[in-house]
């Protein structure tokens, strides 16, 4: 993975007690006439590094699909967990009681047997971590063995697994980005972003209705020539 996405989040506890001291107990959703602060002018274009982020996400020569598609999906999955961790202290059952993406995108979480259940963020964002670290850590579907090969539906499981990760980048830009800004994370969350939205749109991994909650930001970042 990039350098720029290898950065640490230690010594924010200090911060985060500063942050709460002066902050309600209420989530940072936006009402329908303003604008989220992530859309702000300068919030919006800080960035780690200038360029289109393509670069860094087509395919390398030589190099299998499916290990790229798994390398890239495990260094996401961590470092989305790592931006939540920073801010998990904000998002409880009572500032967060659903799991949603500004005021037009509520989620449920589906158990195995196709059940709907109306969770609270960190509730939901529990069960979906879970659930990938499971796949992840399951030799059938990520193989780390020379002899396994990697199963047929694979491509489909990374999809899955994106449409779970783009709800929590949703989450974490509508509801926790004054806590991102507190913390003075937003380049390295902008530049997480664009480089999983780069390599979403490379191949293929997320529909239109998925991205919606975060569409002015993409198209943000596309007129920068952030992403292609």
């Known amino acids: 993975m990039m350098s720029f996405l290898s950065f640490s989040l230690g010594g924010k506890k200090i911060k985060a007690a500063k942050i709460r001291s002066s902050s309600s107990s209420s989530t940072s959703s936006f009402p329908s006439d303003v604008k989220p602060l992530f859309l702000c002018t300068p919030y919006v274009t800080h960035m ?62 589906i158990d195995a047997s196709s059940k709907k259940i109306k969770l609270s963020a960190p509730q939901y964002i529990d069960y979906m971590a879970s659930s990938i670290e499971n796949m992840l850590n399951d030799e059938s579907f990520f193989p780390t063995k ?16 994106f449409s779970q990760l783009i709800r929590l980048f949703g989450h974490i830009y509508h509801h926790h980005y004054d806590k991102i800004l507190a913390l003075y994370e937003e380049p390295h969350l902008n530049s997480l972003f664009a480089h999983f939205i780069s390599f979403a749109k490379e191949f293929d991994l997320l529909d239109r209705k998925e991205i919606q909650p975060l569409q002015e930001l993409i198209d943000t970042m596309i007129k920068e020539g952030i992403v292609s």
């Open 48 to 109: 780690l590094v200038k360029g289109n982020f393509r670069t860094i996400t087509e395919l390398p020569k030589y190099i299998d699909i499916n290990e790229w598609l798994a390398f890239n999906t495990f260094e996401f999955f961590n470092h989305i967990n790592m931006f939540y961790g920073s801010i998990t202290d904000f998002c409880t059952p009572q500032t967060c009681p659903t799991m949603s993406a500004g005021s037009s995108a509520e989620y449920v979480w």
């Open 146 to 161: 020379a002899d396994r090969d990697f199963p047929k539906e694979f491509p489909q499981l990374v999809r899955r697994i």
